[in-house]
């Protein structure tokens, strides 16, 4: 589910998903994106919403740490790494294991 509005999500993103429901400042969201955002799902399904977001949170700041820049430290969030890495292979999740995400915590800075 999609809900397009003008305010959410905040600076240069194009979409935010919380809970399995995509925001957007954009009309229409590319393939790209929808599929970007739906391995987000995938995840937070896997760790049961609440989790996903706690080690997002935690993942988040360690990376600050090792990368002293914000973005940086966004892009390579196993979570993100796993997303972008995947958005354009649009059969990724019929064939995805569970916990794929794990995968990409040792992956070098993209």
Do not use: C
Not at 32 to 59: D, S
Request: hydrophobic content about 40%.
């Amino acid at each position: 589910m999609v809900i397009y509005n003008k305010i959410f999500p905040f600076g240069n993103y194009i979409a935010i998903n919380l809970f399995g429901i995509i925001f957007s400042k954009s009309k229409p969201l590319t393939d790209r994106t929808i599929n970007h955002e739906n391995i987000h799902t995938r995840q937070m399904i896997e760790m049961l919403f609440i989790f996903f977001y706690i080690w997002y949170g935690i993942e988040w700041l360690i990376r600050l740490i090792q990368y002293k820049n914000g973005h940086t430290a966004y892009r390579n969030i196993s979570f993100e790494r796993e997303a972008y890495y995947n958005e354009l292979d649009y059969e990724y999740l019929n064939n995805r294991n569970k916990y794929r995400f794990l995968k990409y915590l040792s992956r070098h800075e993209q």
